[in-house]
């Protein structure tokens, strides 16, 4: 490092520790605050939306991709002059209650603020210590690529209008129980969760009827919130906790796609914090009897051709890990594929989905791996591979997958 870039750092240290009102809630701030502002960042995946490929933490430039157009996540590290260094206390309350910025700008409801209104001024003050006190990083996110009229700003403010309801939160509690009202908190404002699993109007505001109805976001299913105790093997509250922490639960498939970085910053939350949110969510559920038995049977039309084709390109390209006897299942401890939420699903999409992307290694565990096929497979071949997963693993009705299909949800995930 050269003299000058020694000298700028002194000079942003300075800037950023002298003066300011920040400077002195800084350094009042207690270590304790500053680690329950880790865990609540955690529990709102701020990381995640703040980090581009390969970037340095929270300093932003990661595109969201939105129906109308792109929108690139901000720098919230300290730094005074690109980051968030120079903003009060209230400047970042008024940005996680209205959607406004510190200069006054309105912005994209992209930023989940319709959600984070819901935090308590003293949960948003822990997380305002939290992102104060990590390292500052210079960096400018690129300019948005939104169509007219979305890349004009001021129109936000008839969005917020409908959709934000800042000043009358719903009452969060309506249950007695204190764990369970924690969890529809932390479920409905930090944690976000309906930002994806609910379903999103033409205006790109969640559709409040349908909450957690489950919805496409990046060509990922998320699946329905309400639902887990139709799953092959009905979810235990255990086990959600288990899986919104690690990505993986005994008896039900792994997080993949959009939900998988959602779990890893799940992973440095509190664990009371977690298994609230799992009470919350296990208390929605539809009472609806376990899955229904129904004999397979393949569907009029369905070739067997094809599914015999699938069986056999099953048997060399997946069978080393997902058969019955596999290390996998064996070792791994890793159920088969008839207890996936994809493969029994209505919708085929995941299941197409995790076959092009494959899954990245889950943290420490390498061995976890499943490698893309987009490239080593043709869109028919997908096709007939998940029509026979689905005849052979699930005793729902078979799809009808074709090659076509398979060429439409290839487009459909964004390039970043
Ligand atoms: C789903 C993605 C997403 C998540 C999760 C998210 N943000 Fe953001 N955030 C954004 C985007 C995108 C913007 C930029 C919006 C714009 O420019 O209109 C933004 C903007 C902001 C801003 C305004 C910055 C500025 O310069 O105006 C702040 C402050 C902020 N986020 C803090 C947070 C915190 C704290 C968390 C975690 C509790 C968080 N965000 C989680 C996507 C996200
Ligand atoms: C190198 C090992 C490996 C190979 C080869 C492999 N997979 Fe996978 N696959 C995995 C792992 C690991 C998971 C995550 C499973 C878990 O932990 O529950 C997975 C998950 C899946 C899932 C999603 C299950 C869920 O979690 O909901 C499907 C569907 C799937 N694989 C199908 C296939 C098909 C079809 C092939 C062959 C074209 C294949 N896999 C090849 C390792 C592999
Ligand atoms: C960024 C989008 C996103 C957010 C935020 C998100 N999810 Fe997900 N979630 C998904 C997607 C996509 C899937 C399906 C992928 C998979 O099953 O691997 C999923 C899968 C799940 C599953 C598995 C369901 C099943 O039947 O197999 C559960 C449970 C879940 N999410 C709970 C949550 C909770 C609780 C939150 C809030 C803390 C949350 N999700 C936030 C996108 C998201």
């Known amino acids: 490092m050269n003299f000058k870039a020694i000298l700028r750092i002194a000079i942003l240290t300075i800037a950023a520790t002298s003066g300011t009102a920040l400077a002195s809630s800084l350094q009042a701030a207690e270590p304790s605050l500053i680690q329950r502002g880790a865990q609540l960042a955690a529990v709102g995946d701020c990381i995640v939306c703040h980090t581009a490929k390969g970037g340095a933490p929270f300093a932003g430039g990661l595109p969201i991709h939105t129906p109308f157009g792109a929108i690139y996540s901000t720098n919230i590290t300290p730094d005074t002059e690109t980051g968030i260094g120079g903003w009060t206390l209230d400047a970042f309350a008024q940005a996680m209650r209205r959607g406004e910025s510190s200069d006054g700008h309105l912005l994209y409801p992209a930023f989940p603020y319709v959600h984070f209104t819901h935090m308590t001024d003293a949960d948003i003050a822990s997380v305002y210590a939290f992102m104060m006190s990590r390292t500052p990083v210079r960096a400018n996110a690129p300019a948005n690529k ?24 719903e009452p969060m ?41 489950g919805a496409v976001i990046d060509g990922w299913d998320a699946p329905s919130l309400k639902t887990l105790l139709s799953a092959p093997t009905p979810w235990t509250r255990e086990q959600l906790s288990t899986y919104l922490r690690t990505g993986l639960a005994s008896e039900h498939g792994a997080a993949a796609g959009p939900m998988l970085p959602v779990t890893h910053s799940l992973a440095n939350a509190s664990q009371a914090d977690v298994e609230a949110m799992a009470a919350y969510i296990m208390s929605i559920q539809r009472s609806s009897p376990a899955a229904q038995a129904a004999p397979v049977k393949p ?41 996936s939420t994809s493969v029994n699903s209505d919708s085929p999409r995941n299941v197409v989905r995790v076959l092009l992307d494959g899954l990245p290694a889950q943290g420490s565990t390498a061995s976890r791996i499943m490698p893309p096929f987009a490239g080593m497979l043709t869109d028919a071949q997908i096709a007939d591979l998940a029509n026979y997963l689905r005849v052979q693993y699930s005793k729902q009705a078979p799809w009808q997958l074709q090659a076509d299909d398979v060429a439409k949800y290839r487009k459909e995930t964004p390039t970043p």
């Open 299 to 339: 569907a009029a039309g369905m070739q067997g051709g094809a599914i015999q084709a699938g069986a056999t390109l099953f048997q060399a390209s997946c069978a080393a890990c997902h058969a019955a006897h596999s290390p996998m299942t064996v070792v791994g401890g890793r159920p088969l594929l008839s207890q």
């Open 146 to 169: 939104l169509i007219f009229p979305l890349n004009f700003r001021p129109l936000l403010a008839v969005w917020n209008l409908l959709y934000l309801h800042a000043d009358n939160p």
């Open 173 to 213: 509690s309506r249950a007695q129980d204190a764990q369970l009202d924690h969890g529809r908190y932390l479920v409905e404002g930090l944690g976000h969760c309906a930002a994806c699993h609910t379903p999103l109007n033409v205006l790109g505001a969640e559709k409040k009827d349908r909450a957690f109805d």
